[in-house]
């Protein structure tokens, strides 16, 4: 467990150099450290492990380096950057006296012959540094040792910049055209749109100061989901692609060490239009709180313009969060809203079945009384009332039965037996 624990802090000490802060505190590399900056080498730097910085003091930098333009000074100073571990004890104590280094400039893919390689020699203890091509000038050698952290991080002076046959007259001038580029890249739609809508015009005007060009493939276009882009209004268009541009330089490896969003040339007082960047292990992703984007290649890195191609369009959350404001490409119309349905009409009822006729009680039975006990009033015409006969109680808890059962008829019966004897006694009784 311990060692597991010793290995991580390692691991997290090895990738926490940063070059610009170990040289702000040297004033005397103070325009190399600049120069690290405006290029975003300094980037490339801080993203690798095990690596020597061959530095120059302020002086060499105004007389070698000021008048070059800036897409050529990141070229030589990508150069100064050695892929390996080189302090002053290793450098004093080649094997043979002789090795080549691979450089930064070679990791970038677009050295030429064997421009992104130096040879390094020891020549009777001075240490000479030379570009690796055929007929390259040796003026350049170690002086000084600035700062070491072992295995991760060595910082050495040299005395003048290594010559590169080449590479100070190759570089990609700044008014390059970046819609030439972006269509041999394979985004004709995005500089077919930027073209036509005007905002070609605005990516031209920061070349010089500094641009970044997120350039959507030409399949991104047709992908599930989009807005349908004949209903969107023109000037949305515009600040859709507005939103593919930053007003910096932000190659890949300086993308992936931002830590927070950053603007866009459609950022304004309406709205912020920010993308945030991710590294996800060798790639970057954009996000944008709608969608997100994968870089996938630079097609243009000319300091201090570089065009990236990205593998999805970019929609800003400021116009496309509300999904319902632009339908994405094929679906229907939204339908206006519909009146509140009315309460569900009552289900029509089972029809009620006929009531089925129900054998009353039977009524109790009792002693019919005497004709002396009942009382018989005469009424106004002189007839005497017939009684009725009170209902017979039930002799036990049987269930009712429905009509047509015999002791219910015998007891309707028996009642008009007593009726009719009562009211013949009375007749009687009257004569």
Do not use: C
């Not at 405006?38 to 380096?65: G, H, P």
């Not at 219910?408 to 009257?430: K, N, T």
Request: hydrophobic content about 40%; charged content about 20%.
């Amino acid at each position: 467990m311990l060692s597991l624990t010793t290995t991580l802090l390692l691991l997290l000490s090895a990738s926490a150099h940063n070059i610009t802060h170990i040289l702000s505190d040297l004033p005397d590399y103070a325009e190399y450290n600049k120069l690290l900056t405006q290029t975003k080498v300094a980037d490339e730097v801080n993203a690798r492990q095990t690596i020597t910085v061959l530095v120059l003091k302020n002086s060499v930098v105004n007389s070698a380096l000021k008048s070059q333009p800036l897409d050529a000074v990141k070229a030589l100073l990508s150069i100064h950057v050695l892929l390996d571990y080189f302090d002053s004890d290793k450098l004093h104590n080649l094997t043979d006296g002789f090795i080549t280094a691979t450089t930064l400039y070679q990791a970038s893919g677009v050295a030429q012959k064997r421009n992104g390689f130096v040879n390094i020699t020891d020549v009777k203890g001075k240490v000479f540094f030379a570009s690796a091509t055929e007929g390259s000038n040796t003026t350049s050698y170690y002086t000084k040792p600035v700062k070491s952290e072992p295995f991760n991080i060595s910082v050495v002076e040299i005395s003048a910049p290594i010559d590169a046959p080449g590479v100070l007259t190759s570089a990609t001038p700044p008014d390059v055209n970046l819609t030439a580029a972006m269509e041999k890249a394979g985004s004709r739609k995005f500089a077919s749109l930027v073209e036509k809508l005007g905002v070609a015009k605005d990516f031209d005007a920061l070349k010089a100061k500094g641009l970044t060009v997120f350039a959507p493939r030409d399949d991104a276009w047709q992908a599930k989901g989009l807005p349908d882009w004949a209903k969107v209004k023109e000037e949305d268009l515009r600040t859709v692609l507005r939103y593919h541009a930053a007003p910096s330089y932000y190659p890949v490896a300086t993308l992936k060490g931002l830590k927070e969003k950053f603007i866009t040339l459609a950022t304004s007082g309406s709205g912020k239009f920010e993308i945030d960047p991710e590294a996800s292990g060798d790639f970057v992703l954009l996000k944008t709180g709608v969608d997100t984007a994968r870089v996938v290649s630079a097609a243009v890195d000319s300091a201090p313009v570089t065009v990236l191609l990205i593998d999805s369009v970019l929609l800003p959350v400021e116009l496309f969060g509300n999904s319902s404001a632009h339908p994405p490409s094929g679906s229907p119309p939204s339908p206006s809203p519909s009146p509140a349905p009315k309460s569900p009409a009552p289900s029509p009822k089972a029809p009620t079945p006929s009531p089925q006729p129900v054998t009353p009680t039977p009524a109790p039975a009792v002693k019919p009384p005497t004709p002396s006990a009942l009382p018989a009033p005469a009424t106004p015409s002189g007839e005497v009332p017939v009684p009725v006969a009170a209902p017979a109680p039930v002799a036990d808890a049987e269930p009712k039965k429905k009509s047509g059962g015999s002791r219910g008829s015998g007891g309707v019966l028996s009642a008009l037996v007593w009726a009719l004897v009562i009211g013949g006694a009375s007749s009687m009784l009257l004569f």
